[in-house]
């Protein structure tokens, strides 16, 4: 039976920096199982890219990061992202992971961090320094007590930042590593937030999406 490190994973580097992506694409193409692919293949083929790790070289976009980040996770639910920048503070960092972003890398740690990154990302965990996750967690608590948001008058502190980790898509396995649990225990506080708050299932504590974009407002002229 294949490895996690056998399993071929799909990387899309999206930067308008000839040099960069050269150089990303050069450290990703030593390890036999990841596939560099293109923006351009994949709007040609996107069935193909459902769980894509893609990419992104933070200063050399065009588009806000937010914007990028959306039109994809619109069409790809499975998609992950990791962000090469340089010298991010802890709020910026926290913006990041409030977009949805599963990993971070310091734009001088690519050489040594970015194959390791890539895989613990592609494997549903969070590239991210441990004090950033504990900050994101309390400035997240703090921010669900000051909205005073209806129904969840009878949930617990834990059981609220459960369900604000959920509704900004982080998986089970993401949500263990910020909280500092186990899995199971995830599962455990969410069953208990269905029947307090009255769901049948995760999507319902997300919301709806009403998003519209089409595959040809992604790319930028």
Not at 67 to 96: P, Y
Not at 125 to 144: E, H, N
Not at 192 to 210: A, C, P, S, T, W
Request: charged residues 25%.
């Amino acid at each position: 039976m294949p490895t996690s490190e056998d399993r071929v994973t799909t990387v899309c580097v999206i930067s308008h920096s000839g040099l960069a992506t050269g150089y990303v694409v050069q450290i990703l193409s030593a390890a036999d199982n990841i596939r560099v692919i293109s923006l351009d293949e994949i709007i040609r083929n996107p069935h193909d890219a459902s769980s894509t790790v893609f990419l992104f070289d933070a200063s050399s976009l065009k588009l806000p990061l937010g914007e990028c980040l959306r039109r994809l996770r619109h069409h790809f639910v499975k998609s992950r992202f990791i962000v090469v920048d340089q010298g991010s503070n802890a709020e910026e960092l926290v913006h990041l992971l409030q977009l949805g972003v599963h990993g971070y890398i310091e734009g001088g740690e690519v050489t040594q961090s970015l194959l390791e990154a890539v895989n613990v990302v592609r494997d549903g965990a969070l590239w991210v320094a441990p004090k950033i996750l504990q900050y994101y967690v309390t400035r997240m608590a703090d921010g669900t007590r000051r909205k005073g948001i209806s129904r969840v008058h009878e949930l617990t502190q834990r059981e609220r930042q459960v369900l604000e980790l959920v509704r900004q898509r982080y998986s089970n396995q993401e949500i263990a590593t910020m909280l500092g649990v186990n899995e199971s225990t995830v599962k455990f506080h969410l069953t208990h937030l269905f029947e307090k708050l009255g769901v049948v299932g995760r999507q319902e504590l997300i919301g709806k999406n009403d998003h519209s974009d089409t595959w040809d407002r992604l790319l930028v002229s």
